[in-house]
């Protein structure tokens, strides 16, 4: 089994900044992709960013330039530094996981998901 434990959430003002993080763990033979999704009351969640195991990042045009995406293979952890917050910022925050488990098979994992609140 594979656990997504995230975790930096918070409230925060307009125009600070905060970082995500986001490990896995347990039967994992490698990672292929690490998302960030958000979500707001009543809506869909959406992409954020998404970070590939070659490096490539994608990201929402709503946060190009503010936001980047990272990882530590090492640590199978990737990270959401985000800068310059806005209030449409606000949403609770879904890290996604491409797993290929140890026995081979390739499965989508999600973590329980943490609240950022972006006001004044």
């Known amino acids: 089994q594979v656990q997504v434990v995230e975790s930096g959430g918070g409230l925060v003002q307009p125009g600070e900044d905060l970082r995500l993080s986001c490990a896995a763990s347990g039967s994992i033979s490698s990672i292929n992709a690490m998302s960030w999704y958000r979500q707001t009351s009543g809506n869909e969640r959406d992409l954020v960013a998404t970070?590939?195991?070659?490096?490539?990042?994608n990201y929402a045009d709503s946060v190009k330039g503010r936001f980047t995406i990272s990882r530590d293979n090492a640590k199978n952890t990737v990270y959401l530094q985000m800068n310059s917050l806005k209030p449409e910022d606000t949403a609770v925050y879904y890290c996604?996981?491409?797993?290929?488990?140890?026995?081979?098979?390739?499965?989508?994992?999600w973590g329980q998901g943490t609240r950022v609140t972006v006001s004044s």
């Open positions: 996604n996981v491409v797993v290929r488990r140890l026995d081979r098979v390739t499965s989508t994992y």
């Open positions: 970070i590939i195991s070659s490096g490539i990042t």
